[in-house]
Nanobody, 126 residues
Framework: QVQLVESGGGLVQPGGSLRLSCTAPGTSLHFFGIVWFRQAPGKEREGVAC????????SFIDVVKGRFTIARDNSKNTIYLQMNSLKVEDTAVYHC???????????????????WGEGTLVTVSS
């Protein structure tokens, strides 16, 4: 059983930045591709960004391109989502998950997810 733990959420003003972290105590995440997805009230879950096992490839949903980056530090067993120029519409609970595939299709992410964490809340508001 892979237990993922997200952290770094909070309240930020529009235009601000946050960095989210994803780790898995007791499990080596370097075996897995990772996706960050979000769920806002009343909206469908959507994949935001994903990164390969080695970190050499990544994909993003169109609406965050140029604002969000994803990176991993396998020595720290952590995957990061750096979110800049945040908008009110980025408000959601952000989760990370292990994936067996992740590709960009028509500006959105298509992925197969196996395990995911409980998430961290990001609120963008003035």
């Amino acid at each position: 059983q892979v237990q993922l733990v997200e952290s770094g959420g909070g309240l930020v003003q529009p235009g601000g930045s946050l960095r989210l972290s994803c780790t898995a105590p007791g499990t080596s995440l370097h075996f897995f591709g990772i996706v960050w997805f979000r769920q806002a009230p009343g909206k469908e879950r959507e994949g935001v960004a994903c990164i390969s096992k080695t970190g050499d490839t990544s994909s993003f949903i169109d609406v965050v391109k140029g604002r969000f980056t994803i990176a991993r530090d396998n020595s720290k067993n952590t995957i990061y989502l750096q979110m800049n120029s945040l908008k009110v519409e980025d408000t959601a609970v952000y989760h990370c998950g292990t994936v067996n595939r992740c590709t960009e299709v028509d500006g959105r992410l298509s992925y197969g997810m196996d395990h995911w964490g409980e998430g961290t809340l990001v609120t963008v508001s003035s």
